[in-house]
Structures are given as structure tokens and as C-alpha cells.
Nanobody, 122 residues
């Protein structure tokens, strides 16, 4: 599965961005999708994930209530809607695919897209 994340950019605090992750494979619907982020000099951090069916989501406490993950299995895409952004959300954001069940552990994921940079100014 090849993944391509897009939608990053510069936004002011309190603003919003929508990140998209496009998958190359028709078996996309068999994979849970996760979003992770990595700020400079920090470890990769779990943001949230969505089940392969799209009926279950799981978020890190730091983004709960502000970020929403969805997916469209007919279009092979996953989306991370980020609202009320904070400077602390500045990072490179990555989408990842894991066969079947989702996880918050990045080591459990099988495929990764390249990051898309999100910068939130104060």
C-alpha cells in the first residue's frame, strides 16, 4: 500500500486544516488508518486512528475534541480534520496503514506515507 499525505500548511492559532491521505491499493478497506506527528527534536507521536470499517475512532488526549478522523473506502482516502489548532500542533503529520485493527503504537503499522508539514503560528 502506498500512501500520500497532503494538505499541510501555515495557519494561525485557532484556525483549521484538513489533511488527506490517499492510498494506492484497492485493499485499503482492510487496513486501519492512523495519523501520527513528529515535531522537531521530538519522537513520533500518535494523533488518532480509525478502524478499517470506519465505525470506530481513537484519539490522543491532546487532540480529542479538536481533531476528527474519517475515511472513504470507495475513494481509498482518509482524512484528518484539525480544528482550533494550537502552536503545539506544529509538526510533520504522517498517515499510516495497519492491517485490520488500529493501534497507537507506530511500530505496529505496516505502511507509511511521507509527512506533510503543519505550522501553527501564535
Amino acid at each position: 500500500v502506498q500512501l500520500q499525505a497532503s494538505g499541510g500548511g501555515l495557519v494561525q492559532a485557532g484556525g483549521f486544516l484538513t489533511l488527506s491521505c490517499a492510498a494506492s491499493q484497492r485493499t485499503f478497506s482492510s487496513y486501519a488508518m492512523g495519523w501520527f506527528r513528529q515535531a522537531p527534536a521530538k519522537e513520533r507521536e500518535f494523533v488518532g486512528a480509525i478502524s478499517w470499517q470506519g465505525d470506530s475512532t481513537y484519539y490522543a488526549d491532546s487532540v480529542k475534541g479538536r481533531f476528527t478522523i474519517s475515511r472513504d473506502n470507495t475513494a481509498n482516502t482518509a482524512t484528518l480534520q484539525m480544528n482550533n489548532l494550537e502552536p503545539e500542533d506544529t509538526a510533520a503529520y504522517y498517515c499510516a496503514a495497519k492491517y485490520y485493527e488500529y493501534s497507537s503504537n507506530p511500530d505496529d503499522y505496516d505502511y507509511w506515507g511521507e509527512g506533510t508539514l503543519v505550522t501553527v503560528s501564535s
